[in-house]
Every structure is written in C-alpha cells, then in structure tokens.
C-alpha cells in the first residue's frame, strides 16, 4: 500500500528502511560469562573483558550463535556457512574496548524475508537484508550530576542481532507492522523477547522520500525509536521534513537524526562533531566462524512453528478469515490460549469469545494472557454448554462476567445459580399463555396485521422467565398460538 | 601517499589523540616516509591472493551459555580515575 | 655456595640444587634479590617486588621439603612488565598505566606462579612493546650489561622490546624471564644481550593478560641463558587456554626430551634472500660457521628460497599498528590509568591520550588509525594481509624442503642509546629477520653463537614449523654445544 503525499511539486513517497536490534536471550554475554538480567545495580554484571581490562579476550557464547541461526531460519535467510567478526572503532565512554565487535562484510546471517499482514487483510513482503551479531554498548547517564555522566557497562557485551530490512517499506504503518511482526516471529523463536521498554529491542529507521518512479534519494537515518507509535510519528514527520525541504529547493544531507517523542520531531545530531569512520578489520583476537551444513539442518528441523505457518494452519483448521487467524496468532500464548479453547469445538465461536468477550475483559481489567481473567479450559467449557443449549448465547455472557468474578467452572454457576435454559415445552407454553392474556389487546392488533408486535411477545416471554426460556422454543410456541 | 597538515590533524582527531599545531608539519613528514615505506608492497601482483585471516588454523572456540563471571563491581572500579555509587564518571556528555 | 655462584648458575643447575638441597630457594631469591641491587643501574626492572619474592622463597622451601614442589618450585624469574600480575602494578611501560594494579593474573605467568617460579619484580620493555631498542619505555631506557671493547664507556641498547628481561637474564639477575615477541622482541634482544630467547608458534602459549600490541602476532615465551633452560621455561608457560580464543587445542609435549643432541638427516634451510649487499662480513661468517657446526653434526644444509620476506617489514608495519590502534583505544582514562581533565570526553581523550602514550606508541597508533581509515583499506590493510598469506606460503614450501631453517637473528650487534632514532624505518630494520617469522606465526628462537670484532654477542635464529618447538629446540641444543658460547658480559665473572 503505497502512500503517495500530495506537496505542492506533485506527489511524493515515502522510503522507509529498518534497522532493528534485538537482543538474543541467553544467559551470559556474546563473548563473556557475565550476565545478561535487566535492571541490577551499576557495573555489578561485569567482567574483566567487558570492562576491556588489559589483556582481556573474547570468547564466543554458543548460544548466540544458535539464537542467530534459527533468528536466521525464521526469516527464511540465507545462513552463511562462514562469517567473520570485525571490530567497528570509534570513541565512547560507554564503548570499552573503543570499538564494537560486530559483523561488517562476512555477516552469520545474509538475505531473508517477512511477511506482512496488513490489517486490511492484505499481505506485504519485506526483505531482509542481512543479520549480524554484535556486542552491546553500556549505558551513559546524563541526568546524575551537573558536570559529569555515569557510565554503567551492564549492558556492555550483551549479544545483539542487528536485522536490517530492504528499504521496501512505503508508509509508516508497514514500519509499524514490520516490526511487530519481526517481534511477534523472535518471540515464537524464544530468540529475543521483544520488550522494547527494557530496549530489548530497538528500532532506527532510514528514511527517504522521491518522486514515485525515481531511484533512491538522500536517506536520513533516525536512531533510538522506542516504541511503534513513535515509530510512526518520527517517520511522518522525516517524510514531511524532507518533502518540505526539497519543494524549498534545498537538499536533504545523509546524517543521523534523534527522535524528539516530546516535540514530536527529529532533530540532527550535529554535537557528533567528529565525522564517522569507523575503521572496521576483522577481529584478530577471533577467528572466522564456521558453521556445518548439519548445525544448521538440525536446526531446521527443530525450529517451532511461526506465525505465518500458524496462522495459515488456523486458517485450514478453523476456517477462520485470515485476518481473524493474523491477530490470534500475532502472540503465540493468544494462539495457544486459542487453541485449547477451540480443540473440537466451534472454531468461528471460539474466535469470537477469545477475540471479543474475553479480549475485552482482559483489557478492561489489565491483565495478561499468562494470567487470564478466565482460563482457556473454562472458556470452552462455555462454549459447550451455549453448543448443547444448557444456556442461551445471552445468559452466556452473564455467565462469563459470573466466571471473570468468582474464577468458578461455568458449569457449577449455572447450576447454582438457576440460569439453565428452559426447554421444557409446557413451562414455556403457560410462560406464552399468561403473556398472550394480559395482553389481548396486542394480541388482536398483531392478528389484524401488525407483525411488528411478534418481538414484543417474545421479550415478554423471555423478561417472565428471567431470559432462561430457549428462545428457539418460545418462538415456535408463540407463532403457533397467535397464528392460530 | 603524501600527507598534509590537514591530513594528519584528522588522523590524530579520529584518534583522539592531541597534537599541537607546530608539531603537525613534522608528524605529516615522519608519517608520509613511513607510508612511502609501506607502499612498496603496491609492486606485488597480489591477484587471487586471499587475505590472511590468521595464522592459526583453528575452528573458532565456543563458551557455553553459563554465568560464570561479573559480580564484582570492586574489582571493576578499582583502578577507576573517577567514581561514585558503583559508575564511572566522565565529563558531562551532551547529546 | 656464593651468592654469584647461585645467581651463576643455569636454571637446570639451580633446580637440581634444591632437589638436592644444596641450598634453599630463600637463599637462591635473596641472591637475586641482591644481584638486582648491584646492577640497578641497568634499569632493567619497572617493578622489583622482593618481598613477595621472599614470601614465595618461604612457601617454596617448604613444599621442597614436602617434597611437593613444582618443575620450577623456588626458581627466581623476572616478568616482562606486559603480563599482568594481580596486585602488582603493571604498567607496560607507558605512563598510560602507569598505576594499574590489575585485579587477575595473566595464564602464562600464573602457569609460572603454579609450577613455582618465584617472581622477582616486572621488567621493562619499549612502550608498549613497541620496539627494538628499550628506549621507550616511559620508565627510562634500559642498558645493555654488555660493553664495546672498543668504547666500554657507550651504553648499548639491550634490544626490545623485551630488553628488560634480556638484561636482567644475561646480567645474572633472574635465572629466566619471560619476554613477548611481535616482530622479533624476544629474539632481537636475546641477541643483543647473549642469551636464549625462544618465540613460540601462535597459539602455543596464551595471550590472556597479556596486555596487547598486535593481537595476530603477539606471542609469549621464555628467555634464559640455555637451550635447555628455555625449554624448562616454556613446558611451564605453554598450554592451551580456554580464554583465548586463538590459543591452539594441542598438547604440550615434553620439551626437555626433546633435547637428544641427534639432528643426523635434517635439512637445514638456508634462505638466500636473507643476505643483503649490506650485511656485515662478521655476521655472514657467524652464519657460515653455524651452517657448518650444524653440517658437522650430521644435517644437511639446504639452500631455499623465501622471495617475499623481503616485504615482511612493510607488511609488519602495516599490520601492527592497525591493530595496535585498535588495541590501544581503551586507554581513554575511563575506567583506568591516566586521565588528564577536559571540558568535554573528547578533549579528555585527546589530552589523556597524548599525554599518557610516548612518541612511537603515538606514531603508530596514527600509522594505522590511517591504514584503516575510510578509502585506504583496501591499499594498506587489506593489501598487507595478502603480502602475510604470500609469506606465509613461502615457508609452508620451505618446510616441503627442509626441517628448520637458519638465519642471523639481527643485522648487527647491539647499537648504543641514541643510534638509529633519528629515523624509525631504520630503526624497524633491525627486526628485518625475525618478522616474516611473525608474521607467518611460526617459531623462532635465537641463541648466542659468537662474539662480534668489537666483543659484543651475535646471535643466530633457528626457525620451525609450526608447533614444532621440539625439533627447534634439538638443533638449538647441537648449535648450542658446538658453538660453546661461554663469554660473559664484562664484570660478571666472564
Ligand atoms: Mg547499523
Ligand atoms: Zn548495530
């Protein structure tokens, strides 16, 4: 969906590139054996190497390397069966070494791709252009003193994979659902867990604008986006900024901007006063790693089901529409809650109460899809009991409030609680005849042709037997005596 | 390659490393040797040579994922220039 | 036995003394201890650390007597002051450190702690280990103990970078040192100052805690005063490391046993581009003699071709400074070492950086900030790397032919303080035979085989094939029996 802005020199659109890192899930560091948890006190993850003491080495964690590959795999990527760590140099007091191992022309993972579901049911695909380990820097405080930042290297050697996307995007909502569902596939792979909050994962974008059919322009490149709104906001304002620029007749300059979520704006990142070269040469304290054909098919074969194969397969299964099986699957625990719900019942019902009801519910009250409102197990027991007619769809979702408040089976609330529909015919015949008496007079105008009234009757009915009465039923009953 | 002034000011910048203005003519000079030295290699035909990656014929070693380092914010800051509550301290860095 | 006669001896003696108990290990370090004393005027020490030394004596005594003691338990060595040592300053001879006191211990030194070794102090070394003369060592240039008969008042250079450790093993001040070899720092002063030096295959001994110049060519090992005693020295040194990723997965053999004396059917390779116009007659005929001392032995001289060493020394100083300017970017005065105050962190690097590192660490870090820098890659570093695979083949086709090879370890003997600095390409010309070695990974060891017209020592250098100490070190022991190498510098009993 190509979003074409209309300036004052004609139409414009939008060239939209991601880069996103991701940190790997492991234990340890990328090359060291300190760890890896969020939120510990200041330089207490540590160690020698990562503080880049004299002498120190680096030596590769196993697990990073297999986080990648599968990463890799999930994105339907090339592997590259040797790849190489180069050292990025520059100057920082968070960098310790004064360079970033990373992964520069040799890269573990090469040309992938994700597909997009677009909530107009349509599908985009977006290329990857390649996927790196890195390490990690520290962490700058500026905000601790009026002289003087605080450095804390926690984070210094933390595993990274750096996934760059081809500029294939063309709007800032694809950017948004681009990255979102690189999260939704890293978080079915357990490979990084996505929480952009902690900066597990982060997002800068390269952003261009041309006219269509032009070749690339001028991209500027905004750094630290940490959240999907922000993300679309700071694309739309670059867009416009350079659209703007360019109809003044000036030109856009290849640099790095910040993102401003308080303005709502980017701004250049001139206080770099010193231009970037970055110096790169593989590693020498590292060797060129190498992969075997058999790491990386056992790999395969091990890998989970993703999200596009889940969904496609609830789309087979359950015969949902694809864009109700994109939103169940977009979480695997909502895919999973899903499924356990849906296991021979009525798939088009269960989505519905997982999608509605329950969503609803879960949002309302705040809570999580690990610690739901109601359990999986109680909902398809609801279900059933709405299939077999114990309860009417409409005492259902009484039930379903009854089950949010007290955390009880659906089955022993109803008992309870009296709420069983009513099918035997003779209740609902005298329900019908008591209603038909006191109201005589409606009676005669539906019978001299005002059908209208038939919806009346039948709420009455249904208001005398507190809503228990099969509604399948009374309709029946109902007609035969009026009409009769 | 021959380097200027300007040259070598940058050189010394991207290492950050100060270098007086009367000293940049004659850093420009012992550099420009030193690289007129280096360059004889331009005479080899080096076509289809590939590039040492190292000299040792090794598969890259691997750690398993365990902690096994780190906890030990002492022996991080114990030759710290400057420090306070468990951080290093630098100049104020402005963004 | 008196004191020079315990500071006089081999480390082999010296062991088997203690074993035999002919003297104590207390006895043997405070002999040492006072040996450093008297010839403190060499400068050969950063760091002296004699009560440790002393403490260590004490604690090797007594495992001695419990007869529990180490291949090296109570043998008094000295440290390059590149390896670090826990709880002791180490400071690579750069005011950039020049108060680190590192919180671990490097592999290698602690293999020496565990087989024993006693540690007398941290000797000095060029800056950084970057260079031949152990003139830029922020902590003073150390003195060669040898003198020209001709002019004895010139102080001489001992050699670097590990000149320190050269100075404090031939001046009878530790019975063995441990020196690092980039370019030839280890075998150039092991030249210079008549005594063995042996730079092991990369990846035989690890670099963890080696405080790094050039991390593709650094490589530790021993330097002493015997073929055999170098051999001790590296069986305790040499071992893989799981921290260090390039150190090699292979077993350590028996380095001693491999001393048979028997070297009958090896060929011996004799480059013939390794005689420039300009080499000295006296230094062509050190090397004719050892060629024949070895033919006499039973081996079989080999004439070989290596056509690319010749651009082994441009290649070097393209590949050591862009990697040391890598290496060296963590001495920002962040979280260790030097600061000198800015207004901002860049002009506190700058100034700190500037201040803390010498004039040829300075040079070099520029050389190859620049090499690597944006546009020139490809023509410098990448070209450099190529010349190293070229150079490299040419051994691996040299060792089709032949078993070890033969060359001069320097172009001369050593020069006195001053000489060479006014150029540093001249100066870098001094390591002319000992870098292809380097930059090929292979081993190399040099051992004193005769004394130039002016008195000064010489030395030759065997090289190996990769792993291969073991045959290194047979036809060192058959070179070093017949060249019977036995002068001493002046006043040391010689
Ligand atoms: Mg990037
Ligand atoms: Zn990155």
Same mark, same amino acid.
């Given at each position: 969906m190509s979003m074409v802005i209309q300036g004052e020199t004609g139409d414009w659109e939008m060239v939209i590139g991601l880069e996103v890192h991701a940190q790997v899930t492991s234990q340890a560091k990328l090359f060291s054996g300190a760890a890896t948890d969020f939120g510990r006190p200041p330089n207490s993850q540590v160690s020698l190497v990562d503080a880049a003491m004299p002498g120190m080495l680096p030596v590769i964690n196993e697990q990073c390397i297999y986080q990648a590959v599968r990463t890799g795999l999930g994105l339907r990527a090339v592997i590259n069966l040797t790849s190489v760590f180069a050292r990025k140099n520059y100057f920082y007091a968070d960098l310790p070494q004064g360079y970033q191992i990373s992964q520069y022309e040799q890269p573990i993972v090469g040309e992938g791709e994700v597909v997009l579901d677009m909530p107009d049911g349509s599908t985009r695909r977006v290329g990857i252009e390649r996927l790196h380990l890195e390490q990690d820097a520290g962490k700058s405080l500026h905000d601790q003193h009026p002289t003087k930042s605080f450095i804390d290297l926690n984070r210094s050697g933390v595993a990274l994979m750096e996934i760059v996307s081809k500029p294939d995007m063309r709007c800032p909502e694809e950017a948004a659902v681009y990255v979102a569902k690189l999260r939704s596939i890293l978080r079915y792979l357990g490979s990084c867990d996505g929480n952009m909050a902690e900066g597990s994962l982060r997002c800068d974008a390269n952003v261009s604008v041309r006219k269509p059919g032009e070749g690339l322009r001028t991209r500027a490149e905004i750094k630290n986006v940490n959240s999907l709104r922000f993300l679309q906001q700071a694309i739309e304002y670059e867009a416009r900024r350079q659209i703007d620029l360019y109809e003044e007749g000036g030109q856009v300059v290849q640099e790095t901007r910040l993102f401003d979520a308080n303005k709502g704006e980017t701004r250049s990142m001139r206080s770099k006063e010193h231009a970037h070269d970055y110096r790169y040469f593989p590693d020498p304290d590292l060797l060129p790693l190498t992969l075997t054909p058999a790491y990386v098919s056992a790999i395969k074969a091990d890998l989970p089901e993703l999200p596009d194969q889940k969904k496609e397969r609830f789309v087979r299964e359950y015969c949902l529409t694809p864009y109700d099986a994109g939103v169940l699957v977009a979480e695997q625990a909502n895919a999973d809650f899903f499924e356990t719900v849906a296991k021979g019942r009525d798939a088009k019902l269960a989505c519905n109460w997982v999608t509605g009801d329950f969503a609803a519910v879960m949002n309302r009250l705040g809570r999580s899809i690990e610690d739901p409102p109601v359990t999986a197990e109680h909902l398809g027991q609801l279900i059933d009991l709405i299939a077999d007619n114990t309860i009417s769809g409409r005492i259902a979702k009484e039930v379903f409030e009854l089950m949010v408040e007290t955390g009880q089976a659906p089955a022993v609330l109803v008992e309870e609680r009296g709420l069983k529909q009513v099918t035997d015919s003779g209740a609902i015949e005298a329900a019908i005849d008591a209603v038909l008496t006191a109201n005589s007079g409606k009676v005669s105008e539906y019978r001299s042709g005002k059908d209208k009234l038939f919806g009346f009757f039948v709420g009455q009915v249904m208001k005398n037997t507190g809503g228990k009465a099969n509604p399948a039923l009374v309709n029946d009953v109902l007609r035969k005596k009026l009409e009769g | 390659m021959s380097l200027d002034k300007v040259a070598v000011k940058n050189i010394a910048s991207l290492a950050r490393i100060e270098v007086r203005d009367e000293d940049l003519d004659g850093l420009a000079v012992e550099l420009s040797n030193i690289l007129r030295f280096v360059e004889q290699l331009a005479e080899v035909n080096t076509d289809g040579i590939a590039p040492m990656t190292s000299v040792a014929h090794l598969e890259l070693p691997r750690r398993s994922d365990q902690v096994n380092d780190g906890g030990y914010v002492e022996r991080v800051l114990a030759n710290a220039p400057e420090q306070q509550d468990g951080f290093f301290l630098v100049p104020k860095v402005v963004e | 036995m008196s004191p020079t006669q315990l500071t006089g001896m081999t480390l082999r003696q010296a062991r088997d003394g203690l074993l035999k108990k002919s003297f104590s290990a207390v006895e043997l370090v405070e002999s040492h201890i006072d040996a450093i004393a008297t010839h $403190?005027?060499?400068?050969?020490?950063? %760091?002296? %650390?004699p009560d440790l030394a002393r403490a260590q004596a004490v604690k090797a005594d007594e495992r001695l007597a419990r007869q529990e003691g180490g291949p090296l338990e109570g043998l008094p060595i000295a440290m390059k002051d590149l390896f670090c040592t826990e709880g002791v300053r180490t400071t690579a001879a750069s005011r950039i450190l020049g108060n680190f006191v590192p919180p671990y211990e490097s592999t290698v030194s602690a293999n020496l702690k565990q087989a024993g070794a006693v540690m007398l102090g941290k000797t000095s070394l060029d800056e950084f280990a970057m260079? $031949?003369?152990? %003139? %830029? $060592?922020a902590f003073g240039a150390v003195i060669n103990p040898w003198k020209r008969r001709s002019d004895p008042e010139a102080r001489l250079v001992p050699g670097g970078s590990s000149g320190g450790s050269a100075a404090a093993v031939a001046a009878r001040m530790a019975l063995a040192a441990t020196g690092t070899d980039t370019g030839g720092s280890i075998r150039q002063p092991a030249a210079f100052c008549g005594i063995v030096g042996l730079k092991p295959t990369y990846g035989r001994c690890s670099r963890w805690g080696i405080i790094a110049f050039a991390s593709s060519l650094d490589q530790a090992g021993p330097m002493a005063r015997t073929v055999e005693d170098v051999a001790m020295m590296l069986q305790a040194m040499a071992g893989h490391d799981p921290k260090d990723s390039t150190s090699a997965p292979i077993a350590v053999p028996d380095f001693s046993a491999a001393l048979t004396g028997d070297i009958r059917g090896l060929k011996i390779g004799v480059p013939k581009e390794y005689r420039p116009s300009g080499l000295s007659s006296e230094m062509v005929k050190l090397w004719d003699d050892g060629i024949d001392m070895l033919k006499d032995a039973g081996a079989t001289p080999v004439e070989i071709s290596l056509p690319h060493s010749k651009y082994a020394l441009a290649t070097y100083y393209i590949v050591a400074p862009a990697e040391c300017s890598s290496n060296l970017a963590r001495y920002d005065g962040v979280r260790y070492g030097l600061r000198v105050e800015g207004k901002t962190l860049d002009e506190m690097y700058a100034k700190t950086r500037a201040a803390g590192f010498g004039t040829e660490v300075r040079r070099r870090i520029m050389i190859g900030t620049y090499v690597l820098s944006a546009g020139y890659y490809d023509a410098y570093y990448a070209k450099a790397q190529k010349l190293r695979s070229l150079i490299a083949r040419d051994f691996q086709q040299a060792f089709e032919l032949v078993d070890v090879i033969l060359t001069p370890t320097a172009p001369t003997p050593a020069f006195a303080i001053g000489d060479n600095d006014e150029d540093p390409v001249t100066m870098w010309l001094n390591d002319i035979f000992t870098v292809p070695t380097s930059l090929a990974g292979l081993p190399g060891l040099s051992l004193p085989t005769g004394l130039s017209a002016d008195g000064l020592p010489l030395g030759l250098q065997l090289i190996g094939r990769p792993f291969d100490e073991e045959t290194l070190l047979r036809v060192a022991g058959v070179l070093e029996k017949a060249a019977a190498f036995t002068a001493l510098p002046p006043g040391l009993g010689g």
């Amino acid at each position: 969906m190509s979003m074409v802005i209309q300036g004052e020199t004609g139409d414009w659109e939008m060239v939209i590139g991601l880069e996103v890192h991701a940190q790997v899930t492991s234990q340890a560091k990328l090359f060291s054996g300190a760890a890896t948890d969020f939120g510990r006190p200041p330089n207490s993850q540590v160690s020698l190497v990562d503080a880049a003491m004299p002498g120190m080495l680096p030596v590769i964690n196993e697990q990073c390397i297999y986080q990648a590959v599968r990463t890799g795999l999930g994105l339907r990527a090339v592997i590259n069966l040797t790849s190489v760590f180069a050292r990025k140099n520059y100057f920082y007091a968070d960098l310790p070494q004064g360079y970033q191992i990373s992964q520069y022309e040799q890269p573990i993972v090469g040309e992938g791709e994700v597909v997009l579901d677009m909530p107009d049911g349509s599908t985009r695909r977006v290329g990857i252009e390649r996927l790196h380990l890195e390490q990690d820097a520290g962490k700058s405080l500026h905000d601790q003193h009026p002289t003087k930042s605080f450095i804390d290297l926690n984070r210094s050697g933390v595993a990274l994979m750096e996934i760059v996307s081809k500029p294939d995007m063309r709007c800032p909502e694809e950017a948004a659902v681009y990255v979102a569902k690189l999260r939704s596939i890293l978080r079915y792979l357990g490979s990084c867990d996505g929480n952009m909050a902690e900066g597990s994962l982060r997002c800068d974008a390269n952003v261009s604008v041309r006219k269509p059919g032009e070749g690339l322009r001028t991209r500027a490149e905004i750094k630290n986006v940490n959240s999907l709104r922000f993300l679309q906001q700071a694309i739309e304002y670059e867009a416009r900024r350079q659209i703007d620029l360019y109809e003044e007749g000036g030109q856009v300059v290849q640099e790095t901007r910040l993102f401003d979520a308080n303005k709502g704006e980017t701004r250049s990142m001139r206080s770099k006063e010193h231009a970037h070269d970055y110096r790169y040469f593989p590693d020498p304290d590292l060797l060129p790693l190498t992969l075997t054909p058999a790491y990386v098919s056992a790999i395969k074969a091990d890998l989970p089901e993703l999200p596009d194969q889940k969904k496609e397969r609830f789309v087979r299964e359950y015969c949902l529409t694809p864009y109700d099986a994109g939103v169940l699957v977009a979480e695997q625990a909502n895919a999973d809650f899903f499924e356990t719900v849906a296991k021979g019942r009525d798939a088009k019902l269960a989505c519905n109460w997982v999608t509605g009801d329950f969503a609803a519910v879960m949002n309302r009250l705040g809570r999580s899809i690990e610690d739901p409102p109601v359990t999986a197990e109680h909902l398809g027991q609801l279900i059933d009991l709405i299939a077999d007619n114990t309860i009417s769809g409409r005492i259902a979702k009484e039930v379903f409030e009854l089950m949010v408040e007290t955390g009880q089976a659906p089955a022993v609330l109803v008992e309870e609680r009296g709420l069983k529909q009513v099918t035997d015919s003779g209740a609902i015949e005298a329900a019908i005849d008591a209603v038909l008496t006191a109201n005589s007079g409606k009676v005669s105008e539906y019978r001299s042709g005002k059908d209208k009234l038939f919806g009346f009757f039948v709420g009455q009915v249904m208001k005398n037997t507190g809503g228990k009465a099969n509604p399948a039923l009374v309709n029946d009953v109902l007609r035969k005596k009026l009409e009769g | 390659m021959s380097l200027d002034k300007v040259a070598v000011k940058n050189i010394a910048s991207l290492a950050r490393i100060e270098v007086r203005d009367e000293d940049l003519d004659g850093l420009a000079v012992e550099l420009s040797n030193i690289l007129r030295f280096v360059e004889q290699l331009a005479e080899v035909n080096t076509d289809g040579i590939a590039p040492m990656t190292s000299v040792a014929h090794l598969e890259l070693p691997r750690r398993s994922d365990q902690v096994n380092d780190g906890g030990y914010v002492e022996r991080v800051l114990a030759n710290a220039p400057e420090q306070q509550d468990g951080f290093f301290l630098v100049p104020k860095v402005v963004e | 036995m008196s004191p020079t006669q315990l500071t006089g001896m081999t480390l082999r003696q010296a062991r088997d003394g203690l074993l035999k108990k002919s003297f104590s290990a207390v006895e043997l370090v405070e002999s040492h201890i006072d040996a450093i004393a008297t010839h $403190s005027q060499l400068n050969a020490f950063i %760091t002296e %650390t004699p009560d440790l030394a002393r403490a260590q004596a004490v604690k090797a005594d007594e495992r001695l007597a419990r007869q529990e003691g180490g291949p090296l338990e109570g043998l008094p060595i000295a440290m390059k002051d590149l390896f670090c040592t826990e709880g002791v300053r180490t400071t690579a001879a750069s005011r950039i450190l020049g108060n680190f006191v590192p919180p671990y211990e490097s592999t290698v030194s602690a293999n020496l702690k565990q087989a024993g070794a006693v540690m007398l102090g941290k000797t000095s070394l060029d800056e950084f280990a970057m260079g $031949s003369s152990n %003139t %830029t $060592s922020a902590f003073g240039a150390v003195i060669n103990p040898w003198k020209r008969r001709s002019d004895p008042e010139a102080r001489l250079v001992p050699g670097g970078s590990s000149g320190g450790s050269a100075a404090a093993v031939a001046a009878r001040m530790a019975l063995a040192a441990t020196g690092t070899d980039t370019g030839g720092s280890i075998r150039q002063p092991a030249a210079f100052c008549g005594i063995v030096g042996l730079k092991p295959t990369y990846g035989r001994c690890s670099r963890w805690g080696i405080i790094a110049f050039a991390s593709s060519l650094d490589q530790a090992g021993p330097m002493a005063r015997t073929v055999e005693d170098v051999a001790m020295m590296l069986q305790a040194m040499a071992g893989h490391d799981p921290k260090d990723s390039t150190s090699a997965p292979i077993a350590v053999p028996d380095f001693s046993a491999a001393l048979t004396g028997d070297i009958r059917g090896l060929k011996i390779g004799v480059p013939k581009e390794y005689r420039p116009s300009g080499l000295s007659s006296e230094m062509v005929k050190l090397w004719d003699d050892g060629i024949d001392m070895l033919k006499d032995a039973g081996a079989t001289p080999v004439e070989i071709s290596l056509p690319h060493s010749k651009y082994a020394l441009a290649t070097y100083y393209i590949v050591a400074p862009a990697e040391c300017s890598s290496n060296l970017a963590r001495y920002d005065g962040v979280r260790y070492g030097l600061r000198v105050e800015g207004k901002t962190l860049d002009e506190m690097y700058a100034k700190t950086r500037a201040a803390g590192f010498g004039t040829e660490v300075r040079r070099r870090i520029m050389i190859g900030t620049y090499v690597l820098s944006a546009g020139y890659y490809d023509a410098y570093y990448a070209k450099a790397q190529k010349l190293r695979s070229l150079i490299a083949r040419d051994f691996q086709q040299a060792f089709e032919l032949v078993d070890v090879i033969l060359t001069p370890t320097a172009p001369t003997p050593a020069f006195a303080i001053g000489d060479n600095d006014e150029d540093p390409v001249t100066m870098w010309l001094n390591d002319i035979f000992t870098v292809p070695t380097s930059l090929a990974g292979l081993p190399g060891l040099s051992l004193p085989t005769g004394l130039s017209a002016d008195g000064l020592p010489l030395g030759l250098q065997l090289i190996g094939r990769p792993f291969d100490e073991e045959t290194l070190l047979r036809v060192a022991g058959v070179l070093e029996k017949a060249a019977a190498f036995t002068a001493l510098p002046p006043g040391l009993g010689g």
